[in-house]
């Protein structure tokens, strides 16, 4: 069983930048592929980042490359999702998943975080 719980959500004015957090607790959480999805209004939860459990994998989406950053400690079990030149349609719910695999689809994750809410003004 693993745990996830994620933090660093907020508002900010397009162009900013926040840093996500997502803690996990549990004795094999550092072996899982992390990644991060999300959701606004009205549309469908979609892929954002992933990471291997190993470092040696990253996927983005193509709507956050070149702005978004996944990393993770697996010292201090927690990924962190570095969120640049923020543009409104960031607006969602980010939600934080572990997967036994390095997916880019929800089915792909077996352990998810409540979310944290990130709201991107013009």
């Known amino acids: 069983q693993v745990q996830l719980v994620e933090s660093g959500g907020g508002l900010v004015q397009a162009g900013g930048s926040l840093r996500l957090s997502c803690a996990a607790s549990?004795?094999?959480?550092?072996?899982?592929?992390m990644g991060w999805f999300r959701q606004a209004p009205g549309k469908e939860r979609e892929f954002v980042a992933t990471?291997?459990?190993?470092?040696?994998?990253?996927k983005y989406a193509d709507s956050v490359t070149g702005r978004f950053t996944l990393s993770r400690d697996n010292a201090k079990n927690t990924v962190y999702l570095q969120m640049n030149s923020l543009k409104p349609e960031d607006t969602a719910i980010y939600y934080c998943?572990?997967?036994?695999?390095?997916?880019?689809?929800?089915?792909?994750?077996?352990?998810w975080g409540q979310g944290t809410q990130v709201t991107v003004s013009s």
């Open positions: 990471i291997s459990w190993n470092l040696r994998s990253t």
């Open positions: 998943a572990a997967s036994r695999v390095t997916g880019t689809t929800g089915t792909s994750y077996d352990y």
């Open positions: 549990g004795r094999t959480s550092s072996s899982y592929a």
